[in-house]
């Protein structure tokens, strides 16, 4: 399948950033960047900066996403947030497993799995991050890590569920770091995750799957990185912040 033909997503992860109030000034700086955007733009922002983003972003093509949800529907679990929850205000999407959930908070492939198959019951899309750390890709085991990450995340989604799914990957060494994965490393472990993916569902499941990559993707280095012709789009934390900066991710994105 063309490339152009797949959804171009933009999503910015503003991870543990932005009060309510800065939330409120920062989409308010982002709605204009998607009008008429070549691409999907998703904003995934604090559980607290939901309601005020969703209020801004209300009537435009800016998607709304939170960072994690968890995978019972309710009960105990003093502090955590579920998926029929995020749904029920709106929110259309949700980042599940990215790595510092896994690298801080314990999650495992398991859980990824667990909180994928609650955010699908719940409605919601989910953005699956994958990813090897430095030590895994200098031990040359970058393809077989990614593609049992991807395998066991998308355990029992169905064919028609998966179309709710984006992957997202993230090698854990360009995140935060300023050091990008080039466009060659960067588009061959899509591939890899589009490979993947043909295999548990045929190829044009996996032709229509939208593949981001994210890891210090910047307003410079974003047009390459997008032009590749398995990268489909951004998971942008850094930048993201940044209207200006977006603002030519989003743009490299359309063209
Ligand atoms: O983790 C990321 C997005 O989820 C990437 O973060 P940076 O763009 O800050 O490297």
Redesign the pocket.
């Known amino acids: 399948m063309n490339k152009k033909l797949r959804k171009a997503v933009i999503a910015g992860?503003w991870?543990m950033n932005k009060t309510p109030e800065e939330a409120k000034k920062l989409v308010g700086a982002i709605l204009p960047l998607a009008k008429d955007a070549g691409c999907e733009v998703v904003v995934c922002v604090p559980y607290v900066d939901l309601f005020p983003v969703l209020e801004a972003a209300k009537g435009s093509s800016v998607g709304v996403g939170a960072q994690n949800c968890h995978w019972a529907p309710s009960g105990a679990f003093t502090g955590e947030v579920s998926a029929p929850m995020l749904a029920s205000m709106g929110v259309q999407y949700v980042?599940i497993g990215?790595?510092?959930r896994r690298t801080y908070f314990g999650e495992t492939d398991l859980t990824v799995n667990r909180r994928i198959r609650a955010a699908l019951d719940g409605g919601l899309s989910a953005i699956l991050?994958v990813g090897e750390s430095l030590e895994q890709r200098e031990q040359g085991i970058t393809s077989e890590l990614v593609a049992m990450q991807t395998k066991i995340a998308l355990g029992g989604v169905s064919a028609e569920e998966l179309k709710r799914i984006i992957i997202?990957y993230?090698p854990i060494w360009?995140?935060?770091?300023g050091k990008t994965a080039t466009a060659e490393q960067a588009n061959e472990v899509c591939a890899t995750i589009r490979a993947t993916v043909a295999s548990l569902y045929g190829s044009s499941a996996a032709d229509a799957l939208t593949i981001q990559y994210?890891?210090?993707?910047n307003a410079k280095n974003a047009a390459e990185l997008l032009a590749q012709p398995d990268v489909d789009g951004g998971?942008?934390?850094?930048?993201?912040l940044k209207p200006d900066d977006f603002a030519q991710i989003i743009k490299a994105a359309g063209k």
């Open positions: 992860n991870k980042i990215h790595s510092e991050c997202a993230e360009a995140i935060g770091t994210g890891g210090s993707m998971l942008i934390g850094g930048a993201s």
